[in-house]
């Protein structure tokens, strides 16, 4: 309550705040004099953005208005401040009217702050003398059919963005050089491209996948839309130059454990985990000569564990030592420490190559990086959820990556397309697609999956290629073939002859004694029910974020979209950059996206994570907290609520003040919002800066 | 509908949910009541119980503030501190006899447009019911 009681003297009265703020922060940050409120004369520049602006709200009520305002010498209005003609409207009103900052009332300053700064800054001003007041995204649009709320809601957001303009000093931006080294994360077809793609750029690339081998759900996968190429013809090459390219320092069965710093110099922690395998690398670093995992498999028939083998979809069994399938990269057994029992065998038949270490910890690595990409990929949607189709409680309803498995040639049936209940190659199969996808009812996903319509038409055509007199049914709500050969590819399956049928399948019966499936559903088309029975049900299952997708992201200070899909800083401007610099996003973590889609996205996060490593250097934010030492009486407590350990305790002059270390604060101002003494300078968001807009709004006015 | 009583309330909300939601809204065209004014901070971790004290002495009907959901803070628990906080300013304004419901704290992600308008719609009926501040009048 003490506490409470010195800042209530000291901080209402905002002059008296401002002035002894003044001296003390000139002291502190002597690059970063502070503006005295006398001299200030700010310029303000309406938006019309169009009509965008000027359909909602009265321009030149306001532009009246703002030039009424204390501080304000200069006010214009202009179609397109953003444009090269309205940039140049600040530039010369700053020089023309002795300006000492600015105000752009437009859109957002989340989507235009760098351009008006840079405007200031051709003026002749520090560009951190620009504030902008949102009456954009936060005005106009939100009250279209209210002019007289939005333009007074206008006028006030532009005396609230005065006032801290006429308070905001220069800073000026720190450059910190930036680590030649970046991290993958997610060794999907994504994340392998982005890792080949920074290797090739002559950036040491750190590709970290949590299973232990890379490929993710491609390499599941047996055909590919709409070209037909089997999909580990082409992805087995990529696999194996990952493995091989000199700057790729590729960890599987590794995960993020921890990440510290900022862009240019993010400390990434990962966690080794248990493998019970050494690599040959591994073996020869600690002297076995010639020894270490070579993958011959000698391991795998003794071990007496048998578990399912998740990449094929657990229709395959695998020992408790294990290799995925015969392309993983890299080829090395894995032991799952969850099932063994430790009986020796394998260690026993290992021999001389002593690979197998049956008392392996985790390790924990550290790595220093520039940039990081996520390239987390999907998980199926638990399509068991929606109940109605019998999922997991009928055996011959599978989902479309279990189909993909019994497909493929490498799969558990060696490529013949049998029924899970008796083996028999069904005649009659039906695809449901938009199961769980493009679904309202709060059970499923609301968004369209993207490449289920693709894939499916892709299913039926490899039945109808793989056994003879087959009949495929494709109940669908509209077909996407979007991309590029994908319509042809459309046409070509109804050519084969895949029957269509549109709508919504209601559900989906056993007949118990044959196992075959009754589909009731509805054809929107001809308006009639139909009642079908097949002999097998491939349901299109929507996809989701993977499962630690939600913890990994947040290491990394990474938004997700309200399903879970990381968040993009700008979803056509910036698609595979995040709101956390030197961070960006690939494939289908981002978003549902099929192949040639997810490579190209990795190809462009690749591109955007190479930019700051080539550059050398990046300016941060100078939003640095800044320690008024006379103000500051030592207690401390912001050095344990600073989340970075920014903050310290240092002797100065026989007593104990805070100092901060500017390179480590990101500027999150939780230090100063709790400092009892107000001894913390946030730069750029200044308890003055921000108490001031609070009068403007609540008191403020006119001069 | 001229003179017709609307509340004053400000909003302060942290750049990277909260504002970055407002401004989905934005661009999503949803439709709100006007009666909120926005002081942009980083992180909610920043709000200063100064700040919330200041408005209702300077005569706000209403506070909001808006932050990052637990575990999504773009600095990592900025939004837990600010939000321990808003305990202690709430039954600090309890005691000098303002409704604690004039101040709020929602968390809004960025991808929470229409949450953001629902907030601000909700916020703007409780103050709008509470009536006027009754510290408006010491304010002028
Ligand atoms: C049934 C089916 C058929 C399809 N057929 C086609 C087709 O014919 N043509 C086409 O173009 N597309 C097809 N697709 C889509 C295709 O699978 C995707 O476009 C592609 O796999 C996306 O690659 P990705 O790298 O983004 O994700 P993924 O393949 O999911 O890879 C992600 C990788 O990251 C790893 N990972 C995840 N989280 C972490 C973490 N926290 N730490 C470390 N590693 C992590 C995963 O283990 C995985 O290896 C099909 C999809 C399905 C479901």
């Not at chain 1, 953005?49 to 009265?58: E, F, L, V």
């Not at chain 1, 019970?276 to 591994?282: H, K």
């Not at chain 1, 049998?418 to 697609?433: E, H, I, N, W, Y």
């Not at chain 1, 978003?591 to 250097?617: F, L, N, Q, R, Y």
Request: aromatic share 8%; with cysteine.
């Amino acid at each position: 309550m003490a506490e409470k009681k010195t800042k209530k003297e000291t901080a209402p009265k905002k002059k008296e705040a401002t002035k002894a703020a003044a001296p003390a922060v000139k002291a502190a940050a002597p690059k970063a004099p502070a503006t005295g409120k006398k001299e200030a004369r700010v310029g303000v520049f309406i938006c019309h953005c169009g009509t965008n602006i000027a359909g909602s709200i009265d321009i030149n009520e306001v532009e009246a208005y703002a030039k009424t305002l204390p501080d304000v010498a200069f006010a214009a209005n202009y179609q397109y401040v953003c444009s090269t003609p309205g940039q140049k409207i600040i530039a010369d009103a700053i020089k023309d009217h002795n300006l000492t900052g600015t105000v752009v009332a437009a859109c957002s300053p989340r989507l235009h702050e760098p351009t008006f700064r840079t405007a200031t800054k051709e003026g002749g001003l520090n560009p951190f003398r620009f504030e902008m007041a949102n009456i954009r995204e936060q005005g106009s649009w939100v009250h279209m059919h209210d002019r007289e709320g939005a333009t007074e809601k206008a006028k006030d957001a532009i005396r609230i963005a005065v006032a801290k303009a006429a308070l905001l000093e220069d800073l000026i931006p720190k450059s910190v050089p930036v680590e030649k080294a970046a991290i993958v994360v997610g060794a999907g077809v994504a994340g392998m491209q982005a890792a080949l793609d920074l290797a090739n750029a002559g950036i040491k690339t750190y590709l970290i996948e949590k299973t232990p081998s890379i490929g993710g759900r491609m390499s599941q996968l047996d055909k590919t839309f709409p070209t037909l190429d089997c999909s580990q013809c082409i992805l087995t090459p990529k696999m194996v130059d990952v493995g091989r390219a000199e700057n790729i320092e590729l960890m599987t069965y590794t995960e993020v454990e921890s990440v510290e710093g900022y862009i240019g110099n993010f400390d990434v922690t990962l966690r080794k985990k248990a493998r019970g395998v050494l690599s040959m690398a591994e073996a020869e670093a600690m002297g076995i000569s010639g020894g270490g995992c070579n993958g011959c498999g000698d391991c795998e028939p003794v071990c007496p564990v048998i578990k399912p083998n998740p990449f094929e979809m657990n229709m395959k069994p695998r020992k408790a030592i294990y290799i995925y399938h015969p392309q993983v990269v890299p080829l090395l057994y894995t032991v799952d420490f969850d099932s063994c029992i430790k009986c020796n065998l394998c260690v026993d038949v290992c021999g001389d190559k002593k690979a197998i270490d049956l008392e392996m910890k985790d390790e924990l690595i550290k790595v220093k990086v520039g940039t990081a990409i996520l390239a987390l990929g999907y998980d199926m949607f638990p399509i068991e959820k929606k109940d109605e189709w019998g999922y997991m409680k009928y055996e011959n309803v599978v989902n479309s990556l279990e189909f993909e498995r019994l497909i493929c040639a490498s799969g558990p049936t060696g490529g013949h397309m049998v029924r899970p209940s008796d083996g028999q190659t069904p005649k009659k199969v039906a695809f449901l697609l938009c199961a769980g996808s493009r679904d309202n009812t709060g059970i499923g996903k609301p968004y369209c999956s993207r490449f289920c319509c693709m894939y499916s038409l892709k299913h039926a055509h490899q039945i109808y290629e793989k056994i003879p007199g087959v009949q495929s049914y494709l109940f669908y709500m509209d077909i996407r073939s979007f991309g590029k050969m994908y319509e042809e590819f459309y046409y070509r399956i109804q050519d084969e002859g895949a029957k269509f049928i549109r709508g919504r399948v209601a559900n989906i019966l056993e007949d118990p004694v044959t196992k075959n499936l009754i589909i009731n559903a509805e054809d929107t088309l001809l308006n009639r029910p139909v009642r079908l029975e097949v002999d097998m049900v491939v349901l299109a299952a929507a996809v989701q974020p993977s499962s630690d997708t939600d913890r990994t992201r947040k290491l990394f200070g990474v938004s997700c979209s309200l399903d879970g899909w990381l968040l993009e800083a700008h979803p056509k401007l910036n698609p595979c950059g995040t709101t956390t610099a030197g961070v960006y996003v690939a494939g289908v973590c981002q978003g549902p996206k099929d192949i040639p889609d997810t490579v190209a996205s990795a190809e462009g996060a690749a591109s955007a994570a190479s930019i700051p490593i080539h550059m050398g250097e990046v300016e941060l934010e100078p939003y640095f907290a800044q320690c008024i030492e006379e103000k500051c009486a030592g207690c401390g407590m912001c050095v344990n609520l600073c989340p970075y350990q920014a903050l310290a305790l240092v002797e100065k002059e026989g007593r104990k003040v805070m100092e901060v270390t500017e390179a480590k604060c990101k500027g999150c101002g939780t230090c100063g919002g709790f400092c009892p003494g107000g001894a913390i300078w946030m730069q750029h968001f200044a308890t003055p800066q921000i108490v001031a807009q609070i009068d403007a709004f609540l008191l403020g006015g006119v001069k | 509908m001229a003179d017709e009583w609307k509340p004053q309330i400000l909003g302060i909300i942290c750049n990277w949910c909260s504002y970055a939601g407002a401004d989905l809204a934005g661009s999503a065209r949803t439709q709100y009541p006007p009666d909120i004014r926005i002081v942009r901070i980083m992180c909610t971790g920043r709000v200063d119980p100064l700040f919330i004290l200041k408005a209702f002495s300077d005569g706000a009907d209403g506070v909001l503030v808006s932050g990052c959901h637990f575990g999504d803070c773009h600095y990592l628990e900025g939004n837990y501190k600010g939000a321990k906080r808003m305990f202690m300013v709430k039954s600090l304004i309890r005691n000098i006899g303002l409704e604690d419901k004039r101040l709020r704290m929602t968390f809004v992600s960025a991808s929470e447009g229409a949450k953001w308008a629902k907030v601000v719609e909700d916020v703007v009926k409780t103050v709008t019911d509470l009536g006027p501040s009754p510290l408006k009048e010491l304010a002028r």
